[in-house]
């Protein structure tokens, strides 16, 4: 069995991400923000983070990061199957994140299982559809959209609902949650979710970078392309930096 802790730096956006999942979506996301902040009475000041949900995900990568040295950041999240798509073991997936990223429509599944188009939304449908998971725990939020409602196609078929998992499946939030009963993990992969972070709240992954590189002593490794499919070269923001955390870095010492 391999053990994958997954974060998404959007577990942080509590009070906005609902917002942003129906508003103004670009698959470029200085696009996306730019149509927010200046075609819209927002701004910046409008988006707030929840400090709490910072310090559950930041607890729990710190208590992680010495027993991993496999630690992976990615630009979005579907990315994590790079990592993934040749295990042979069965995956025990636990996933931080506001969004359950299994599928949220019909067409979504339609395009994964006949095309192989995966997306942010349904990396965790890809491992279903393979074969792949065994468990899957997701430590949402209070705002966060439970799977099984498809909000979009209810005609295509009757139904709105989707299909039964075939996995052990568990829904959480962190004030259900104690403690772990332990921290070691296989695989641990951070999505940074630019498209779902505010600019002003990037640096908050900075954060578990610079958690990570003071501990290990080297950068990690740092995946810009989406999965199968690569718009890096329009969509890299470069506030982030994310060049300085090239896969090429990976075996450097830290001066």
């Known amino acids: 069995m391999m053990k994958v802790l997954s974060l998404d730096l959007d577990y942080i956006t509590t009070d906005y991400a609902r917002f942003l999942d129906n508003n103004q979506f670009s698959i470029y ?12 009475p ?24 010495p027993n991993c040295k496999n630690v992976v950041f990615g630009q979005e999240h579907d990315s994590i199957l ?18 359950h990223d299994i599928a949220y429509t019909w067409d979504q599944i339609k395009r994964c299982e006949k095309y192989n188009v995966i997306g942010e939304g349904s990396w965790v449908w890809y491992l279903k559809m393979n074969k792949m998971i065994d468990s899957y725990t997701w430590i949402k939020t209070q705002s966060s959209e439970e799977y099984n409602i498809d909000l979009y196609s209810p005609d295509d078929p009757p139904s709105r609902h989707l ?18 009963s332990d ?56 506030e982030l930096n994310l060049s300085k955390h090239s896969t090429n870095l990976n075996n450097q010492k830290v001066i």
């Open 42 to 65: 927002l701004i910046p000041a409008d988006f707030n983070v929840d400090p709490s949900n910072f310090m559950f995900l930041f607890d729990l990568f710190t208590k992680s990061i």
């Open 183 to 238: 921290y070691d993990f296989d695989l641990i992969y951070v999505s940074m979710s630019p498209q779902y972070v505010a600019p002003q709240h990037w640096f908050y992954g900075e954060v578990l970078i610079t958690a990570y590189k003071n501990y290990h002593q080297t950068m990690p490794k740092f995946i810009t392309e989406k999965y199968r499919w690569d718009f890096s070269k329009h969509n890299l923001p470069s």
């Open 29 to 40: 996301v200085y696009e996306r923000w730019d149509k927010l902040f200046n075609g819209s």
């Open 82 to 99: 790079y990592e993934l798509d040749s295990v042979t073991e069965k995956l025990e997936i636990v996933n931080v994140d506001q969004h």
């Open 163 to 180: 299909p039964d998992l075939d996995f052990d499946y568990r829904s959480t939030t962190r004030d259900q949650i104690q403690e772990f």
